[in-house]
């Protein structure tokens, strides 16, 4: 059964790190391009970043460049998202997903392009 499971969600004050984990089972995470997006309460899901399923490649929304940065451990099936500088305005859910793009190289955070999803991990960022 083909399931990513995401990790490390929780509460940090603004300025703070977190560092969010997206593990696979019953599927081999290196084929897969995988992106990160996120949901706020009332609002409509958004691409964070996303890397290619070489791996040599990566892709951030403008909100977040600089502060985040994705990875991937195929040894591991794991795909990383480190955040820091952490706002008010990144608190939401987060959500990896993978799918299968045109090709190897390429990257994207547009939801619609992604087949597999996890249930997501809630960031707060408050004081």
């Known amino acids: 059964q083909l399931q990513l499971v995401e990790s490390g969600g929780g509460l940090v004050q603004p300025g703070g790190s977190l560092r969010l984990s997206c593990a696979a089972s019953?599927?081999?995470?290196?084929?897969?391009?995988i992106g990160w997006f996120r949901q706020a309460p009332g609002k409509e899901r958004e691409g964070v970043s996303g890397?290619?399923?070489?791996?040599?490649?990566?892709s951030y929304a403008d909100s977040v460049k600089g502060r985040f940065t994705i990875s991937r451990d195929n040894a591991q099936n794991t795909v990383y998202l480190q955040m820091n500088s952490l706002k008010p305005e990144d608190a939401a859910v987060y959500y990896c997903a993978a799918g299968v793009l045109r090709h190897p190289r390429e990257t994207s955070i547009a939801p619609h392009r992604y087949n597999y999803w996890g249930q997501g991990t809630q960031v707060t960022v408050s004081s």
């Open positions: 890397i290619s399923a070489s791996g040599g490649i990566t």
């Open positions: 019953g599927f081999t995470l290196g084929y897969y391009a």
